[in-house]
């Protein structure tokens, strides 16, 4: 059942969908994608407020991707992820139940009314016990984007926090070590770590391009959006511009968003005391990590080294192959690809 990754957020749905394998191993080739543009105040912080809205906007994807069956990403900012152990040899049953259990202690949601997920972390052979990451949603927001689909004739085969498909597209497959993965969209700003692959924390800041561009707006007058995007990613944070003033207003509002950034990798850190679970790299995606002088501005100021992530790194070689979609819409795209990734063949 070949499915396409539909990656919701509160401003657009993107869609990818890859054309089915002939056998294991062969390359993937890209068959179908697309960005539908979601009205004001149909979804908002990943809460959906008008469903009837969202069920149009989800049959205008049917339509454009021709897909029945669908990955859908759930939003950060509704998920509850912790870690806990379990004794080693417990049956799936069992640690279910223990899970269920434990719900109770780390998600402020009666129990009954969660749905969730989780993934037994990498361990030695002889290990007495494991650790597993927690992943849990209220059923009411998994529903909301369950009956949405099935209103626009859409079959969904899985639910998967934004941050973890990002992950999943853009983290080397033989990384072993943490990351952080910084969605930096027009919104908000998501932030995820990731540690031997698995999604171990989530946060959200509520700063977007679109406070990008509201700064730059105080400053240069009234602007096309359009315009206003050209300055940020060929000026942007660099020094030595035409103008200054851009750059100063820019770093005011970029400055925000590093200093939480910082907060939550010191929490991550301190937490995990461990030298092979502190941060070791920082990863962007979304389309507003496009600002020029972003990712040294991020390294220059975390000590950390920062890039761009390749969204394709796990699908095709950019050796070997063009993408059609170019290198800076494709930033928007890692969660909708890490979805369509799911796919076996």
């Known amino acids: 059942m070949p499915a396409v990754g539909v990656d919701i957020s509160d401003a657009s749905l993107k869609y990818i969908g890859f054309k089915p394998n002939v056998h294991p191993g062969a390359r993937r080739v890209l068959e179908r994608w697309g960005e539908i543009v979601i009205p004001s105040g149909v979804v908002d912080r990943g809460s959906v407020l008008d469903q009837k809205q969202l069920v149009a906007v989800l049959k205008e994807c049917k339509k454009a991707s021709k897909a029945e069956y669908v990955r859908l990403s759930l939003p950060e900012e509704r998920a509850y992820l912790f870690e806990t152990k379990i004794k080693s040899h417990m049956s799936v049953r069992e640690v279910r139940n223990l899970l269920e259990f434990r719900l109770e202690e780390n998600v402020p ?51 998967e926090v934004e941050a973890q498909a990002m992950a999943r597209a853009m983290v080397p497959s033989d990384m072993t070590g943490t990351v952080m993965i910084i969605d930096f969209g027009k919104t908000r700003t998501g ?131 063009i993408p059609p979609i170019d290198r800076k819409h494709s930033y928007g795209y890692a969660a909708a690809v890490g979805l369509a990734l799911r796919n076996k063949t």
């Open 109 to 159: 949601i009666p129990s009954k009314e969660v749905l969730f997920d989780y993934t037994v972390l990498p361990s030695s052979v002889n290990a007495r016990e494991l650790s597993v990451s927690v992943v849990a949603y209220s059923k009411e927001t998994i529903q909301a984007y369950h009956d949405a689909c099935r209103e626009a004739g859409l079959r969904p085969l899985s639910f």
């Open 191 to 321: 932030i995820g770590i990731v540690n031997n692959k698995t999604l171990m924390y989530t946060s959200t800041v509520d700063i977007g391009g679109n406070d990008l561009s509201k700064s730059l707006r105080a400053v240069l007058g009234d602007r096309a959006e359009e315009e206003l995007t050209a300055i940020k990613n060929d000026a942007g944070l660099l020094r030595g511009t035409e103008s200054a003033e851009i750059r100063e207003t820019l770093l005011t509002t970029v400055s925000i968003i590093k200093d939480e950034i910082a907060t939550r990798m010191q929490y991550w850190n301190m937490r995990n005391g461990a030298e092979q679970r502190r941060v070791e790299l920082i990863m962007l995606c979304g389309g507003s990590s496009n600002l020029n002088g972003l990712p040294e501005y991020l390294t220059e100021s975390l000590d950390v080294p920062t890039l761009r992530g390749n969204v394709w790194e796990n699908v095709l070689s950019l050796e070997e192959t």
